[in-house]
């Protein structure tokens, strides 16, 4: 069990710093006024608008780095940071979430997959670790161990599969969020390469997080292989 100690608090260490980095691009980039004037609601708004996009709407609601496109609402959810705040940052996240909301309506396979596996993660991702604990415990003393750790380790997938999928969603969320931003000259130069590193740093949380998924996946595996020998 120390190896398994070992990942995940190494990747804790990893997801920490790299979520302090965002942060801290997220309050370097909010420094940066937009030159149109324009809040994080109304980037998001003229987004959508462009899009031919008439059936969502932009919504404030409480928290920092809170912001998230709900595809079952209809609804971009820019927090308090975002939805009223005239600068790079706002218009770079408020941008963003958009992209997920035109995934959503050319219904891009990566988002709809991603979609399609949420309650089944759901379930995987509250039941995994105990299915998997339990399965540890007995396997030295009975067969029964051996198949629950399997099924454990199924379950844990499910979790790390899903982790994986979310990247390139998330990747063509900020690509369309910058290709529109640039195209429609809602940012200057200098705009634009804040919003740009901003969008880069909170890409690299979900890397973070696919990169620590299977990394755990692969130590029960090995567990799992140890002990039918």
């Known amino acids: 069990m120390m190896l398994y ?48 996009i008439r059936d969502v709407k932009v919504v404030s609601t ?5 912001d998230h496109y709900n595809p079952l609402t209809k609804t971009v959810n820019l927090s308090e940071a975002v939805y009223g705040q005239r600068n790079a940052a706002a218009a770079a996240v408020a941008a963003h979430e958009c992209g997920h909301a035109v995934q959503h309506a050319v219904a891009y396979p990566w988002l709809q997959m991603r979609s399609k596996m949420v309650p089944a993660v759901q379930v995987a991702s509250g ?9 540890l ?4 003393t009975t067969a029964l161990g051996s198949s629950l750790l399997l099924a454990g380790i199924v379950l844990y997938g499910i979790v790390t599969a899903f982790t994986f999928i979310t990247l390139p969603v998330e990747y063509d969320a900020s690509n369309r969020a910058l290709a529109w931003l640039k195209r429609k000259q809602i940012v ?20 973070v997080a696919a990169i620590g998924a299977l990394a755990t996946l692969a130590y029960f595996v090995l567990r799992y292989l140890g002990s039918r020998d």
């Open 5 to 52: 100690y070992v990942i995940v608090g190494l990747m804790a260490l990893v997801s920490m710093a790299v979520s302090k980095k965002l942060k801290s691009k997220f309050a370097t980039y909010s420094k940066l006024t937009l030159r149109n004037g324009m809040s994080g609601a109304e980037v998001a708004q003229r987004m959508l608008e462009d899009h031919g």
């Open 62 to 66: 409480p928290g920092q780095l809170t």
């Open 127 to 135: 039941l995994s670790q105990w299915v998997i604990m339990g399965g």
């Open 137 to 140: 415990v007995l396997s030295a």
């Open 188 to 207: 200057g130069q200098e705009e634009y390469a804040g919003a740009e590193d901003a969008l880069k740093w909170a890409a690299r949380t979900y890397v």
